[in-house]
């Protein structure tokens, strides 16, 4: 199972703002859900809060510590590596951390890929997605695309792919 992360973030690695994305990209949307249809995502709760509802076509693992957590059409798992024990148990082929920036720093050590949208703007975040460490990604696919009626800011797509192996045990 190839583990992914698919995040978008300003050039200063911020990815929200008091609780949402502080961007409105409708191209980066759709991106996104074409990316994550028919897989599994794995998400903290306040991600999961920020979204409001679970993403339909897709298997929404939500991680959270508390304990009498329930929302329609997730599943509950006490850790990332029980998210992804999930998903390897139900056969999948790709699974997909959507963030926040907690979920992003634990999976970044088993992450093969990132689906990247930069954002060519300062947000001014207070969550921010982890530093890569230079030499363990190569930049694959890039498209630069300009703001537009539906974009907010101008923006890049790349996908990253880690040059060294991440560790076997989740």
């Known amino acids: 199972m190839i583990i992914s992360m698919i ?33 599994h995502v794995v998400m903290g709760r306040k991600t999961f809060d920020s979204i409001g509802k679970a993403l339909a076509g897709r298997v929404n693992v939500v991680v959270t510590r508390q304990a009498g957590f329930a929302a329609p059409g997730c599943l ?17 082929t790709e699974v997909f951390v959507i963030g926040g920036g907690q979920i992003y720093a634990q999976a970044l050590p088993l992450a093969q890929r990132i689906y990247l949208t930069r954002v060519h703007t300062d947000a001014q975040a207070d969550a921010f997605f982890p530093a890569l460490a230079e030499g363990e990604w190569q930049e694959g696919e890039v498209v630069h695309c300009p703001a537009g009626a539906r974009d907010d800011f101008a923006y890049t797509f790349s996908i990253l792919s880690r040059l060294t192996k991440p560790p076997i045990d989740v």
Do not use: Y
């Open 7 to 39: 995040v978008a973030m300003d050039e200063q690695n911020g990815i929200a703002k008091d609780g949402r994305m502080p961007w409105h990209i409708s191209t980066d949307l759709r991106r996104f859900k074409a990316l994550t249809l028919g897989h």
């Open 76 to 92: 509950r798992a006490c850790s990332l590596a029980q998210a992804l024990t999930l998903a390897e148990q139900a056969g999948e």
